[in-house]
Structure formats: C-alpha cells, structure tokens
C-alpha cells in the first residue's frame, strides 16, 4: 500500500520489517498488526484513543499502563501488558513499547528484525506534561510518523502560560459569578487540564471525564478532585465551578444547568482563528497532546532514522518539506484521525 | 497598538453582542482620537491605501520565516487568513514596542514615498516589534478586509454609547465619502456640521424576510405594496449641483451609471431618493443577468449603454427641497414622490416603482404570485404610518418573497472555504443528467448547518476520486436540494444556464442519484421563468 516506491530494502531481505496493508500497519516476521482498523488475530496497541484501540481483534497488547482505559473502553477483550522498555520475541520479530508523550499509557512500538528497526510513533508529543510518561526518542532506520499538526503555523506555547491563562479565565469567570465551562477530549486531555489547574473552587467533571479519571487515579496518576456531575448535583451550590466535558456535551441540554457560563475549548486546532469561531466558543485555548511543527522535527531528527513514513495529518505537504530537507519521506495512508479534528467519533456516544 | 490589539482580542474571545459593545465603547472611551477615528474607519469598510501587494508579503514573509515560499502558500488555505498566516509563522519578536494603531498606519502610509527596495526593511522591524496579535492586525492594515467579528452596526452603537449620541445619527455621520486622511474625529463625530459633506447618503432602511401569515399584519389599509424588484438598491443624490449615485453597500457607484446624472435635468437640487436601479426594455426591467453587466464596468462603453439602460425605479424620497424628509410618514412621503415624478418626459432616467392596489391579503397574494412575469421578486409591504428608519429594523417593512426555484442535483466537486470556513468543504459544484451524464450547472456554498457542513467533510475526504489544485472530484453519490431566485440563458457555462443566487436548500439524504433533475428540466424552467 506504500505509494510510489517500495519500502526500502536492507541487505538481504525481501521483506520490509512493517507494511502497509488495508488493515494496517503489519510485521510479516512476526505476524502482528499495530493499530489496525479492521479486525485482526494479533494487535500490538499505542494508545486508547479510539482510532488507533479499535474493537474486535482476537488478541490485544499493549502498555500495563495503557490497558485499564482499553478494557473499560473496549469491554471484553483478550489483553496482554507490558513494561515500558521490556522485549517481547514475537516470531521473528523483537517488540518494545516506549512513552509516547501522548495521554497516560501511551507508547511508540519498536519493532526489530534482523537488525533493522523499525518504530511507530503513535500519536506522540516531545514537551513533557507532567502528568503522563514523558516522550523518549527511539533510534531507528525506519520511522512511521504521525503529523496531525504538521504545518509551521503549529507552534505551541509554553504550557505553563497557557495554564495560567485558564485560571485566569477560570478566575474572571467566578468573580463574574458564571461557571466555566471548559471542553476537552475525555481521555488524556481532560486530565492533563485537571493537572493544570490552581484549586480555586469546586472542579466538575461529566461521566466520560469522569470514569477516566477514576480508572488513571487508581493506576496511580495524580489528579486533583473532582465531582461527578449526577441529576442530583444543584448548580446552584457550586457557584463559580469549572466543569469539563467533552465538546459534544458542551452543546447539549447536559450543559444547560450551567448558567449563566463561559465556554472554552482546549485544543491545538484553536491555534487557528477560523477554527476557534467555527466552535463558537468564548475561549480557545491553545494545548494539545499532539508534538507541533518543531515537535515534529525534534522526534524526526532524534531518530536518526532515513526514511519516513508519515500518516494522519498535513502528509503531503510534509513529506515533501521532509524530502526538500533530505529524507526519504513518503505518505502513507492509514485510518487514524486523518485530517479531521482531533474528535474521534466515539467521544460523542459518551 | 497594544490597547487596540486588546481590544481586538476582547472582542474575539466572545460570542455576546453586548460584550463586544461594551469592548469596544471602553475603548472609544479612552483612546487617542487618531485612534478612535482609524478604528472607526477600519469597522466601516474603509482602509489605509494599500502599502504593499500581497506577492511581496508573501515573500518577505517566508523569507523572515525561514521557510520555502510554497510551504507558506500551503499554510494559508488552511489557515484561510493571510495575515493570520504569516503572523503564526513570523518568528517571536525581538522587542516590544507600544507604539499606536495610528502610528503603524502612519509607517504604512510612508511606505509609498521610500525606494521600494528599503519596504522590506521597514515591514521587517515592525514583525520584530509586536507580538502575535499585534502582527495579525498589522498584516490585516496591509492585506485588508478588516472583518473581524465587529459589524458596522455594533461599531455605531458602541460610539453612540461612548460619545451620548443618538444611534441614527452617528449612523447618518458616518455615511458616504469621508476617509481618516481628510478628516478628524472632531470633524466627522463631534462637530455639528451643516455642511456636510454634499455627496453624503442616509443610512438605507433594511427590511427582513415576512414569515408569518400576511394577515397577522393587521388590515390592508395600514399598509402599502410594492413589488420587490431585483436590482442594485441604490440612492440617488441631487445637491449642488450634481447628481451622486449610492449602492447599499456605500459604493459610489455614479461613474457606473452615467444615465441617473441626467436626472439633474428634470428634477430640482435638494432631492434625495431610494429606490431600485434596474435595466429598462421602455415598459419593465430587464432580466439580472443584463444588469450584471453593468455592475463590473467603471466606464459604460456605449453599445452596453443601448443595450443595457439603467433607471432608478424610486419608491422613496428621501429629502425634498433640502428638508430631511424621514420623520415624515410613508404616506406623505409617497405623495411628494408622486408629485415630483409624475410629469416627467419618458426619457428621463426616474420612475416611480407602482404601488399594488389590493384590498385583502389573499388578493395580495394572489398578485404575489404573478411576481415572475413582472420581473419581480415578490413584494414589498410598508406600513402606511411609518417613518424611514436606518439599519435592519423589524416592524414596517417587509419583505414577501416568492417560493424560490428548486432543482435536485448531484453533488460532484468540493473544494475547502475560507476564514471561519478554512479545513472544512463548503463549497460545491453541482450537476444535472444529460443523459448517463452528470454535467454541471451550478456552485453553491450556503445553506446547511455547520454539523452538515461537518459531516460532508468528513465524506468528501473519504470519497476523492481526483485532485485538480484545490478542488476534489468526489464520487457522485449525494443529492442536493438547490434553491435559486431566477434561470437565464449562459454560453459561458457549460450547461448553457446560469442561476441567480443558488444555495443549498437541503441535502436530499431520502434520494439515490439517478433520481436528480435533467438538463431538459432546467431548459423547461428556463422557457418557463427565464
């Protein structure tokens, strides 16, 4: 499925270590899939998020710290974990997984073969958060990419400025006497928010935000309290509350008894300004879970790896940034976010 | 520039009219009157002479980012913003300055009278200076288009807060002409000037849509109908000495129309009307597409002149003999009309727009129905009583339309909007069956929810068959609803037809393909209605 040339070749194999197949990214050596989008025997998993820890394949395995949101995502399912850097022989292939920098549990996939290494980034970002394993470079001669965010105009400020302009905003709003109403994906950015905030008042979280948060707390992620908003819960005694729920519940009767309220949503799209009133939102705050355009070339460039493979997000227009600065970059179309925001469609049946 | 680039962010960081009110009359509160009177101008259209051309922003820009000119290029349909674009990829600046919007204006200006080969140098120790916002709203002076998020209306009603105006007459204040470089704040909003500028119009009446049954208007004798023509709105100006031509849209649009000067010859100084310029056949308007035609021409060649006259159809005066005549109720102001016009030669370029006699609703609508063949609309309803108000004003006038025309068409092309439309696929092109063939017919843009908007997104990145630069042949698999005000004959377009004002009326999700109109149905309604 590669367009163009066929994967590179090393010395005298005749298979590459990772192919592209219509069900996703696949090591013939050891017989597995990485994040694939139809059903398969065999799923190596990054990350829950619902484009990449999809359901119906035979067996999972994926990061012991990763595993818990699966399996309250995915139901039953036949999972094994592992340790972060521990090796697994999988046929003729050496499996590891190595922190991502993307939500909590969230891991690249090293994969070996005869001496060459292949990784697959996931969805990842370099800055760490504090709140989820911290990125680690993995030098490898082939790299599949993620590049959501792979457009020079993506440049993230520093967390702590944007941390400060929530609770500001947070701040303006209690003295103004309205809740605030702050939208973020259920899994990894509702948490890496929670992390950020300066207790000033009661924190309130809808079931979806809420229902991570006690799967990470018991893993042993730090998350400040929260109340589960529940049809017994009256506005009226948690005047001033920041709420957090993801962006299809801020527009639902669900946030109606929140009023009068300031709304914000967090997310790097808002870097945008078309996009942040395309929300229709009163804030947007810039932060994602995503690595930006220096991110990008800081994790590329760590790799040492030649060749690039890049999937969801600018890939033309990267790739052909990466080939004029001298890889061997190609797109390669895949299932994950692609172009779209980063609102994965299970976030609305939550 | 640091108080107007907080001002602009108060006022993007809300969605509240009243709060970007309150932004904004804060600001005419305290700032400069240099300030005050750019910003005004800015929120009205207007803009500083263009400094510099985009090809060398662009350029300068990629430049000062350290990125080839192609990856800019490709930023910026996603972005859907220029100055946006090169504010983001614009390294941090060096330094801050707090240096005015009047000043930076003032650097623009002084643009124009350096070498061209020093521009560059002076744009680039401005990005050095002001931060992301500040080189947004900078970048915005030089490309232009100032729409960010402040109608003019809000800006009017802010200044009348701030300064203890009335609305309507700040409205009237900042009609017509007038630009920052030839005027000052206490010239154009704090002196009383009976001299006003000669050309300078009245803010135009603006009717909304009548949705509910006419008959809950009340009784047919408290109000007077028109028919609503399909024109340029436009008011005619005679005052010393010369005649000036306004669109709606505060063009001065006389050199377009030279025949409305003429009316000069026929009708006394001191005279101001509203109404209709339209193409004339001698008995009724021509079709649009002929009136379009003059539109886009700044000098009238005069075989168009021949083939294509213009006239005013007036339905409103204004001013008579040099009295503001817009406290005066539409009855009276109709009768003075009337007798202004009604023995003038059949050469000059002002008629009266006839009013509907009818005596109850249904007869109304009735007459209504017939607007096609009159080259109209629909109707116009004015409540008897009522004063010429300024601004979109509910309550006496009415606009009653015709049902538009609709056809069943098969999407094929999308390509990607702009501004608040960027990342996501608003416009389409759309076909009918010729046969096995779908051929195109029109584009359309508007009409569906941003949740649609959003879900066809999603399919049309799912479903590209071809790329051609921006747009994307998709597989032809959904039906659209097109509604549209008029069809007439087009050899520029492939399908022979063009539409007037097509947009989506509704994503026909219930109909498979093969079940959209045919060329041979739009060919029956161009013989119908064209």
Same mark, same amino acid.
């Given at each position: 499925?590669?367009?163009?040339? =066929? ?26 899939? *990485? ?20 359901? %119906? ?38 499996? /590891?997984?190595?922190? =991502? ?12 073969? =005869? %001496? ?49 302009? *929530? ?76 709420? *957090?729920?993801?962006? /299809? =519940? ?33 804030? %947007? ?66 | ?79 859907? @913003? ?153 008011? !005619? ?62 000098? !009238? ?60 609703? @249904? ?168």
């Amino acid at each position: 499925m590669v367009s163009g040339a =066929a994967a590179p070749i090393v010395g005298l194999m005749t298979e590459p270590v990772l192919t592209f197949t219509d069900r996703g990214i696949y090591c013939p050596a050891g017989d597995f899939f *990485i994040d694939p989008w139809r059903p398969v025997d065999r799923a190596l998993i990054t990350h829950g998020h619902a484009d990449h820890a999809r359901p %119906g394949h035979t067996h999972y395995l994926a990061t012991d710290a990763a595993l818990p949101v699966m399996r309250h995502r995915l139901g039953e399912i036949t999972a094994q974990g592992i340790a972060y850097g521990e090796t697994r022989q999988i046929g003729g292939a050496q499996v /590891s997984f190595h922190p =991502a920098g993307h939500i909590p549990g969230s891991a690249q996939i090293r994969v070996e073969v =005869a %001496g060459e290494v292949w990784v697959v980034s996931g969805d990842y970002k370099t800055t760490p958060d504090g709140l989820c394993e911290p990125f680690e470079p993995v030098r490898c001669h082939s790299f599949i990419s993620e590049c959501t965010f792979g457009l020079p105009v993506f440049k993230w400020h520093d967390q702590r400025s944007v941390a400060s302009e *929530i609770n500001a905003w947070w701040a303006a709003n209690r003295a103004a006497g309205r809740f605030s109403l702050l939208g973020a994906y259920s899994l990894g950015k509702a948490q890496r928010l929670l992390s950020l905030l300066e207790p000033q008042g009661p924190i309130l979280t809808h079931g979806a935000v809420e229902a991570t948060n006690a799967i990470l707390r018991d893993q042993g992620y730090t998350l400040p309290d929260t109340t589960h908003v529940t049809p017994a819960l009256n506005p009226k005694e948690v005047p001033g509350a920041l709420v *957090i729920a993801p962006p /299809s =519940a801020l527009g639902s009767q669900w946030a109606r008894r929140f009023r009068p309220a300031s709304t914000g949503f967090a997310s790097g799209w808002m870097r945008l300004r078309g996009i942040r009133r395309r929300r229709a939102m009163d804030r %947007g705050f810039v932060i994602s879970d995503h690595a930006d355009w220096d991110g990008l070339h800081a994790a590329i460039r760590d790799t040492g790896a030649e060749n690039i493979y890049v999937t969801h997000g600018y890939t033309d227009i990267f790739a052909r940034w990466l080939n004029e600065r001298g890889w061997n970059a190609q797109v390669v179309p895949t299932e994950f976010g692609g172009e779209e925001e980063d609102s994965a469609p299970a976030e609305a049946a939550e | 520039m640091k108080d107007f680039a907080a001002l602009f962010s108060a006022i993007d960081q809300t969605t509240r009219t009243t709060a970007k009110t309150k932004a904004l009359a804060e600001y005419f509160g305290h700032a400069s009157d240099d300030d005050k009177l750019w910003t005004i101008a800015l929120f009205s259209g207007r803009r500083p002479r263009r400094a510099v051309t985009t090809t060398d922003l662009r350029a300068w820009a990629a430049e000062e980012a350290g990125i080839p000119l192609w990856l800019l290029e490709d930023c910026y349909p996603i972005v859907g @913003d220029l100055a946006e674009t090169i504010a983001l990829l614009l390294p941090p600046p060096e330094t801050v300055s707090d240096l005015s919007l009047s000043h930076w204006i003032g650097e623009l200006r002084a643009l124009h009278d350096i070498a061209p080969e020093d521009r560059p140098a002076r744009i680039r120790a401005a990005w050095a200076q002001l931060d992301e916002t500040e080189r947004f709203l900078f970048n915005k002076l030089i490309t232009g288009g100032f729409r960010i998020g402040v109608s003019r209306k809000l800006m009017t009603r802010a200044l009348a807060e701030a300064t203890g105006q009335d609305e309507a007459v700040l409205a009237h204040k900042l009609m017509g002409s007038w630009t920052p470089d030839r005027t000052s704040y206490h010239a154009l909003i704090e002196a009383e000037d009976p001299a006003a500028d000669q050309s300078r119009p009245y803010p135009f009446y603006l009717a909304y849509q009548l949705d509910d049954p006419a008959a809950e208007l009340g009784s047919p004798q408290d109000w007077q109908a028109e028919w609503k023509w399909d024109g340029i709105r436009g008011q !005619v100006i005679l005052r010393g000495g010369e005649t000036h031509v306004w669109s709606r849209g505060e063009e001065l649009m006389t050199d377009r129309f030279p025949e409305l000067t003429r009316a000069a010859d026929f009708l006394p100084m001191g005279t101001v009307f509203d109404g209709e310029i339209v193409t004339w056949d001698g008995t009724q308007p021509m079709p649009f597409n002929s009136l379009q035609q003059r539109i886009g021409r700044k000098t !009238v060649p005069k075989k168009l002149l021949k083939e294509a006259p213009v006239i005013l159809l007036a339905y409103d005066l204004l001013e008579d003999q040099g009295q503001d005549l817009r406290d005066t109720p539409l009855r009276d102001r109709r009768a003075r009309l009337e007798a202004l016009l009604a023995d003038l030669p059949p050469e000059a370029p002002l008629r009266a727009s006839p009013v509907i006699g009818f005596d109850s609703w @249904d007869g109304l609508a009735q007459t209504r129905a017939e607007a096609r063949a009159h080259r109209a609309e629909g109707v116009m309803l004015k409540r008897r009583d009522s004063p010429y108000l300024s601004g979109r004003k509910k309550g006496d006038w009415w606009k009653w339309k015709l049902e538009p025309l609709t056809v069943d068409a098969v999407m094929i092309y999308a390509q990607q909007g702009s501004g608040r439309r960027a990342n996501l696929f608003t416009d389409f092109t759309f076909a009918v069956w010729k046969g096995n063939e779908l051929v195109p017919f029109t584009k359309a843009y508007s009409g569906l929810t941003d949740a649609e908007f959003d879900r066809i997104t999603t399919w049309v990145r799912r479903n590209t068959q071809a790329r051609f630069g921006p747009v994307r042949q998709v597989t032809p698999e959904h039906v659209f609803e097109i509604a549209f005000e008029g069809i007439h004959e087009s050899p520029r377009h492939k399908s022979g037809i063009a539409l007037r004002f097509p947009r989506m009326a509704r994503w026909r999700q219930d109909k498979p393909i093969d079940e959209a109109n045919t060329l041979e149905d739009l060919r029956d309604m161009l013989s119908t209605y064209g």
